[in-house]
């Protein structure tokens, strides 16, 4: 089956700095790669998703980027804001059309 | 659009009692649901497929009679802790493919926190 690993684990970045989260994925057949947001104790949301077609998307501060011959993917966030702060997840639909999950990123926006 | 509900939030149950978790797909039609469960500051396990009028479709490892799902329609389904014990402490969401988006596009519920005491 997909295996995600997500880095780093924890991140912390001064406010109006980038951030960026990395993902790796073992299944070449996977062909869509949303990236969530989770506030504590509140569901995950989608921010931005990219599909194995396109190499970059972007809307407004978020921008993802997907390599398939690497099988890796990443999020940028720039000018980052205090409300930035929660943990993010990769995912990715493997063979088996079922979403798998990176094991999270908490993002940390210093004032 | 594609809004899912999940109750309830929060439950607190005794040993040995059963729980059940509804979701539903408020707005659309789900043939698909999905359960995970997440524990503190991990990330979410997929537990299960929920297939509308069909058996669900379990992940390894996870007891498919401790955690009963039903799908007995287009817009919801169940999920029931048989038998809770403290270890089955935990956040469970659920979760539905958006409608006309093709690939794995979902909506979250707002998960239930499960206490067994």
């Known amino acids: 089956g997909e295996n995600v690993e997500q880095h780093p684990s924890t991140l912390s970045v001064q406010e109006g700095d980038s951030a960026v989260i990395k993902c790796t994925y073992s299944?070449?057949?996977?062909?869509?790669f949303p990236w969530y947001k989770q506030e504590l104790g509140k569901r995950p949301q989608l921010i931005i998703d990219?599909?194995?077609?396109?190499g970059e998307k972007k809307d407004q501060r978020i921008a993802v980027t997907l390599n398939k011959t690497a099988k890796h993917f990443s999020l940028h966030i720039t000018e980052t804001q205090p409300e930035d702060s929660a943990v993010y997840f990769c995912?990715?639909?493997?063979?088996?059309?079922?979403?798998?999950f990176g094991s999270g990123t908490q993002l940390t926006v210093l004032p | 659009g594609a809004v899912v509900s999940q109750h309830p939030s929060r439950v607190i149950c005794k040993s040995g009692t059963s729980v059940k978790i509804e979701c539903r797909s408020l707005?659309?039609?789900?043939?698909?649901m999905f359960w995970y469960r997440q524990f503190p500051k991990k990330s979410l396990m997929l537990m299960a497929t929920?297939?509308?009028?069909?058996?669900?479709?379990?992940e390894q490892g996870v007891e498919k009679d401790k955690f009963l799902i039903n799908h007995a329609s287009l817009t919801l389904s169940t999920l029931t802790v048989t038998s809770a014990h403290p270890e089955d402490s935990s956040f469970y969401i659920c979760?539905?493919?958006?409608?006309?988006?093709?690939?794995?596009?979902?909506?979250f519920g707002a998960g239930s926190r499960l206490t067994v005491l």
């Open positions: 979760s539905a493919r958006r409608p006309r988006t093709g690939a794995n596009v979902l909506t």
């Open positions: 707005d659309f039609q789900a043939t698909t």
């Open positions: 299944d070449s057949a996977s062909n869509y």
């Open positions: 990219i599909r194995s077609n396109v």
């Open positions: 995912a990715a639909t493997g063979s088996a059309r079922q979403l798998t």
């Open positions: 929920s297939n509308e009028g069909s058996k669900a479709t379990y």
